[in-house]
């Protein structure tokens, strides 16, 4: 699958703006993520949301993800 990479992400992805990873939920698709490029994990320790068709997941990991979805990573809005 395609996965988008928002801009303040991208450096974690070595500046990619996008990714092909297989992954059938959101919990696989971040290991994998992270086992390709580890300085990722800097960004998911401060927290990322997975859009999968528009709807964003922020702690299900086990959501599958449907094939031919639209997946984005997105930073974690932080409330105050």
């Known amino acids: 699958m395609q996965v988008d990479i928002s801009s ?3 450096a974690g992805a ?3 703006s996008t990714l092909e990873i ?4 959101i919990r696989e698709l971040l290991t994998r993520l992270v086992e390709r490029y580890p300085q990722m994990q800097a ?3 401060e927290g990322i949301a997975v859009a999968i068709n528009g709807d964003i997941y922020r ?3 086990t ?4 094939p031919d ?5 997105i930073p974690r809005i932080k409330g105050g």
């Open 59 to 61: 702690d299900d990991w």
């Open 43 to 45: 960004h998911l320790d």
């Open 63 to 66: 959501k599958e993800i449907p």
């Open 14 to 16: 070595g500046g990619a």
């Open 22 to 25: 297989e992954a059938s939920t």
């Open 8 to 10: 303040s992400l991208r």
């Open 69 to 73: 979805a639209d997946v984005v990573l």
